[in-house]
């Protein structure tokens, strides 16, 4: 924010030297550049002409644009912009300038002269001269707008219109409506940007909070089991599950956590369902690669596995597990394969988890991954590639 600021201000700051130093580059007309700057600059039409259209540029970009334009006001802001415009017209801010400098350039330089014996004969106000009165020090044939100044300011000339000053006031007005209306457009795609990011993580944390009781519940539910058939593994489950727990309160809430961590908590959550799996159930779980430090979204392989032990086991018919995990150093491979066994719930309808999974996948991974999920020859297939 400080550094958008800081960059405004040094556009603004450099937009207006320019402006400031157009009148010195085009009145400057003697060969004595430094005097006549320092003339123009102590001009009081000079800083009536910078001055005006400065502080018509800011009145119309950060009052009368948000004010009536962006509110649709669009008549009165018409007419504020004609009222505008007549004060330019009485002002006379170009013209003004250009005559107090015309004006001064045209004054007669001191030469030295001649004193000649019949000077008499000339006339009283030439008798100085050698060659009579010079054009310029004609009064009857000067320009009235010419003539020396009394001391007084000027203003409004009758009759005069400032074409090149209400050129230059049209100028300054469709730039500051630009300049407005780009600072509101950059306001309004900031404040969007930051609603989708708060949207974001809005919706992760509801995800998180599904997935953890989601997950929580199918795992209590197997050691219930157990604890009713009295297995003799119930007071490990009950360790792997507070290891499991412990995972999900204390690091679940980070967006990026250690695949050591996510692997060890999978591997427990795997043991627990060792406990329950028949005869009939071949399991298949294999890491390939070593794991260093990478780092991973929390329980976004978890749901994937849990789907598996969920709807591919059968105590009536054979079938088999396989889970997979390829680990290189920036990239991750999961593979989940299950046999389709015919219950009363369809295979693919895995509940909140997967679903939520994805919306996970699309916020945290954008273009970084890649997720195909079939059902085919009776095989229920999840491949993950992720970007880490």
């Known amino acids: 924010m400080y550094r958008s600021r800081l960059t405004a201000f040094i556009i603004h700051a450099a937009g207006w030297l320019m402006f400031l130093g157009f009148p010195l580059l085009f009145m400057n007309r003697t060969q004595d550049s430094v005097s006549s700057t320092y003339f123009v600059i102590s001009s009081p039409y000079y800083w009536l002409f910078c001055l ?13 644009v948000p004010q009536f334009v962006f509110r649709k006001r669009y008549f009165s802001y018409g007419i504020i912009v004609l009222l505008l415009s007549g004060s ?25 002269t001649a004193v000649l014996p019949n000077a008499d004969s000339i006339g009283p106000s030439t008798k100085n001269l050698p060659f009579g009165p010079l054009p310029h020090q004609d009064m009857r044939m000067q320009d009235p707008s010419l003539k020396p100044s009394n001391g007084v300011v000027i203003i409004h000339q009758s009759g005069n219109i400032d074409m090149v000053g209400l050129f230059i006031f049209i ?18 795609e900031q404040r969007m940007v930051k609603a989708e990011a708060e949207k974001a993580n809005a919706e992760l944390s509801f995800l998180k909070a599904q997935i953890n009781p989601h997950f929580l519940f199918n795992t209590l539910n197997n050691i219930y089991a157990l604890s009713v058939t009295g297995s003799e593994h119930t007071s490990e489950s009950i360790m792997k599950l507070s290891n499991i727990m412990r995972y999900v309160t204390d690091e679940v809430e980070e967006d990026f956590v250690s695949l050591q961590h996510e692997w060890d908590c999978i591997n427990d959550y795997i043991d627990l369902q060792r406990l329950r799996l028949g005869k009939k159930t071949k399991l298949n779980f294999e890491l390939i690669g070593t794991i260093g430090y990478q780092r991973i979204a929390p329980l976004v392989l978890m749901t994937f596995i849990e789907n598996v032990f969920k709807y591919g086991i059968s105590k009536h018919e054979a079938t088999e597990i396989t889970i997979k995990l390829t680990v290189e150093q920036n990239k991750l491979a999961f593979f989940s394969q299950n046999t389709i066994v015919e219950s009363g719930s369809k295979p693919g309808r895995t509940g909140i988890g997967i679903k939520n999974t994805r919306q996970r996948l699309n916020h945290i991974y954008p273009g970084k991954h890649r997720l195909d999920i079939n059902a085919e020859n009776n095989l229920f297939t999840v491949k993950l590639e992720l970007d880490c």
């Not at 002002?91 to 030295?112: I, M, V």
């Not at 100028?171 to 309004?188: H, N």
């Open 171 to 188: 100028v300054i007005i469709g730039l500051s409506i630009a300049v407005s209306t780009v600072q509101k457009w950059q306001l309004t």
């Open 88 to 112: 330019v017209y009485y002002l006379q801010p170009f013209d003004n300038l250009l005559r107090h400098n015309l004006r001064e350039g045209a004054k007669p330089k001191t030469t030295a």
């Open 52 to 64: 005006t259209y400065i502080f018509m540029f800011y009145l119309n970009a950060w009052y009368l």
